[in-house]
């Protein structure tokens, strides 16, 4: 028996499924949305996006007053680590967060429930108690919206039990800095993650299969981060794979390989070892078979331009669905989802969804590589400028990296633009906008931009493109 009908239910109150509740909400749907979780938010804001930014936020603060407030002519003595203090802030950085998200649900009359969802048929959700109670409710809708998320993949041989074997998740959590940290995967998380403990002390050795790390990235941003990272003392083994791990002495002795052929293997020993190949959606346990919600060979729910499955009335959004597993593109896809439901023109623009790596220095990509370009046979100009010659990097003293802007060699808009360098991830919107308004290089060129700022750095690239740069 149905309690109530509801114009959308929205399984998981991730980034993807919480912005479309709330915009559901604003454009009049009664609306529930249903996690197992207790604390709204989803993996981002328990233990994704805002965790390993704060712990990226307070490890750097203590490198920098360890070893660069002195450049400046800031004398620091005696600076130590007080890590249950560092951990305690994170937690409470996501506590307030997550609380806010519950605020919002409650500004906007969104039902929250807790439980786990199934869909039980069409327009029928039934909830069962987290805990694994078996007493179910069931929920009438009008839509049901999957916004479940994804989970760390795993890799045969490494079982995780977030003690010595870790997902991220154990890696946001480490109650000591370990002496040796292995990090299988040098992506974003092996990276971010690697970072923070490597700041902390950690001897940090990243193995990664293919030949470089950030595989996705554009090839000079991963090769300048690659130089950047190993310069803080962070060592990679690039095109190597893991082959087997055990237990030796109080830790683990790790064997590894060359990705390609027969070569030797090696053991590396260390305390930890962080899984970080990847994620893989989540969708166990919704019932997806029998509710007729089609799932593609790499286990991503199939949907069309309108996030609609292939059973009427069900749409997916989120890390479920193909595309980046990014917040940002969630947020937007639940945003355009519901905008459709209710007749609007939502819309996703995957050509400008920025990517950032949160490290020092940080990374950020948005459209497409010089490598796709070039594969796709796209005649490219690309304009490059270093945070060197840039006048605010340097009275910061963070000159570390480039900007690279790359414009159609006949209609010079913008297909693509990456950054390595300080504040990265913030500057990359401007470049996203760029794309978004189909802005040419010479559009960058000639917008005024103040100084002294990093931004100008953006500029000068675009002015690059022509070889017209001023500074360098
Ligand atoms: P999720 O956030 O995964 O939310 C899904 C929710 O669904 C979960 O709360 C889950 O409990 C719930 N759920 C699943 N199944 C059920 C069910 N049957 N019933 C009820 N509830 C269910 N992205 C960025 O853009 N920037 C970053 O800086 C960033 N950092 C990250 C750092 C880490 C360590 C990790 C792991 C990820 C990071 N990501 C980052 C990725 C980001 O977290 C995801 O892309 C994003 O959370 C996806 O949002 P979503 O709404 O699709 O799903
Ligand atoms: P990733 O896809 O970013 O990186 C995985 C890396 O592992 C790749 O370089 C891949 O080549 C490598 N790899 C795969 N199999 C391997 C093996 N057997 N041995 C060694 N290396 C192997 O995945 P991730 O770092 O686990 O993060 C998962 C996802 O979460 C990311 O793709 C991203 O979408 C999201 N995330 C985003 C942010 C951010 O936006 N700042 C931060 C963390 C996570």
Redesign the pocket.
């Known amino acids: 028996m149905a309690d109530k009908r509801y114009d959308l239910i929205v399984?998981?109150?991730?980034?993807?499924?919480?912005s479309a509740a709330i915009r559901a909400a604003q454009l009049g749907f009664s609306v529930a949305c249903?996690?197992?979780?207790a604390s709204?938010?989803?993996?981002?804001?328990?233990?994704?996006?805002i965790?390993?930014?704060a712990l990226l936020e307070s490890s750097e603060r203590y490198v920098e007053a360890r070893d660069r407030l002195a450049e400046h002519g800031v004398a620091v003595d005696g600076v130590s680590l007080d890590l249950t203090a560092m951990l305690a802030r994170k937690d409470k950085v996501v506590e307030d967060l997550t609380k806010g998200v519950a605020f919002l649900f409650r500004k906007n009359g969104i039902e929250a429930i807790v439980?786990?969802?199934?869909i039980a048929g069409p327009g029928r959700v039934a909830?069962r108690p987290?805990d694994g109670g078996v007493q179910a409710r069931t929920l009438e809708c009008d839509r049901i919206l999957i916004?479940?998320?994804?989970e760390?993949a795993a890799l045969d041989g490494l079982e995780i039990d977030e003690e010595r074997i870790l997902s991220?998740?154990g890696?946001?959590s480490l109650s000591a800095v370990p002496d040796r940290m292995v990090v299988v995967g040098g992506g974003?998380?092996g990276l971010?993650?690697g970072s923070v403990w490597s700041r902390l002390g950690a001897r940090v050795t990243v193995v990664e299969y293919l030949d470089t790390i950030l595989p996705t990235m554009d090839g000079e941003v991963a090769r300048q981060m690659a130089r950047a990272l190993a310069r803080q003392g962070m060592t990679f083994r690039t095109g190597t794979r893991v082959a087997e791990a055990r237990r030796h002495g109080g830790g683990l002795r790790i064997a590894v390989e060359p990705a390609a052929g027969d070569g030797d293997a090696e053991t590396i020993d260390c305390d930890v070892v962080l899984v970080a190949v990847g994620?893989r959606p989540?969708?166990?346990?919704?019932g997806l078979e029998e509710a007729g919600v089609r799932r593609d060979a790499r286990g991503f729910i199939a949907v069309d331009t309108r996030f609609e499955t292939d059973a009427k009335g069900i749409f997916a959004?989120?890390?479920?669905i193909p595309g980046?597993?990014?917040?940002?593109?969630?947020?937007e896809e639940?945003i355009a989802a519901v905008e459709l439901m209710a007749g609007q023109a939502g819309h996703v623009n995957y050509d400008a969804i920025p990517?950032?790596v949160?490290t020092e220095p940080e990374a950020a990509s948005v459209g497409r590589t010089e490598e796709a370009l070039r594969e796709q046979g796209q005649r490219v100009r690309v304009g490059r400028f270093p945070f060197s010659a840039n006048a605010r990097a340097r009275s910061r003293a963070e000159v570390d990296g480039f900007v690279k802007v790359l414009a159609d060699a006949e209609t010079d808009a913008v297909l693509g633009a990456h950054i390595v360098g300080p504040e990265a991830g913030t500057m990359i919107a401007e470049l996203a906008l760029a794309i978004e308004f189909g802005a040419s290089s010479e559009d960058i060129a000639r917008t005024c931009h103040a100084h002294p700022t990093l931004n100008e750095a953006i500029k000068e690239a675009a002015l690059a493109v022509e070889g017209r740069e001023i500074h360098i």
Do not use: Q, W
Request: glycine letters at 20%; a positive charge.
């Open positions: 399984i998981g109150a991730g980034p993807g499924g919480y249903i996690d197992k979780r709204l938010g989803g993996t981002c804001l328990n233990v994704g996006c965790p390993s930014k439980g786990r969802a199934r909830v987290a916004a479940t998320g994804s760390t991220s998740t890696a946001l974003y998380i971010e993650m994620r989540f969708t166990e346990g919704l959004i989120g890390d479920a980046p597993m990014l917040a940002h593109k969630a947020e639940g990517g950032v949160y």
